[in-house]
T-cell receptor, first 115, second 115 residues
């Protein structure tokens, strides 16, 4: 799996957009960018993923640079409940052997949303 | 639809005792994973499985064994528990298919203390 690097922490004001960056300079052509978050000690929760086009769902938007070496997760209107650790992960979506599909987490970025 | 269920939720073991953690998923997922999470750290992959009857080592496999005899179940065993294995354990599962949503679903965690 390609490695990702994220800042350790960031904060934003409630109601403002939270832009979480991620670098994945060694990403392969068939690897997707996935984002998960973990609130308190709960199990991680899937947010969004993409290959090369920008993606949007009800939770967030994912912006991937044209060279695919970095991406940004955007929470358009952060709330206090969005305070969590956010993980950026790159992996292939499918694999005959599964070796490249294992889901490996780094330390993530801690987002603190302040009132 | 229960998703991913972990049993038990809490457990206290004495050093040297053995136990098995059970992970069950009802989504017909091919992939299953076991992670541990220590305070202030991200999730570390212990073992994973790409299908029934197959298992593979992750980042921190020592001291653990796994089995995937049925597609829906992934068992994590500790043969001789050590205090260093005190942790929160998470199980996850996902599809292996480009055409399907390959997000991983996580269980609620098992909090294990070895004294």
């Amino acid at each position: 799996d390609a490695k990702t690097t994220q800042p350790t922490s960031m904060d934003c004001a409630e109601g403002r957009a939270a832009n979480l960056p991620c670098n994945h300079s060694t990403i392969s052509g068939n690897e997707y960018v996935y984002w998960y978050r973990q609130i308190h000690s709960q199990g991680p929760q899937y947010i969004i993923h993409g290959l090369k086009n920008n993606e949007t769902n009800e939770m967030a938007s994912l912006i991937i640079t044209e060279d695919r070496k970095s991406s940004t997760l955007i929470l358009p209107h952060a709330t206090l409940r969005d305070t969590a650790v956010y993980y950026c992960i790159v992996r292939v979506a499918a694999s005959l052997t599964g070796a490249n599909s294992k889901l490996t987490f780094g330390k993530g970025i801690t987002l603190s949303v302040r009132p | 639809n229960a998703g991913v269920t972990q049993t038990p939720k809490f457990r206290v073991l004495k050093t040297g005792q053995s136990m098995t953690l059970l992970c069950a998923q009802d989504m017909n997922h091919e992939y299953m994973y076991w992670y541990r999470q220590d305070p202030g750290m991200g999730l570390r992959l212990i073992h994973y499985s790409v299908g029934e009857g197959t298992t593979a080592k992750g980042e921190v496999p020592d001291g653990y064994n796994v089995s995937r005899l049925k597609k829906q179940n992934f068992l994590l065993g500790l043969e001789s528990a050590a205090p260093s294995q005190t942790s929160v354990y998470f199980c996850a599962s996902s599809y292996n298919s480009v055409g399907r949503n390959t997000e991983a679903f996580f269980g609620q965690g098992t909090r294990l203390t070895v004294v």
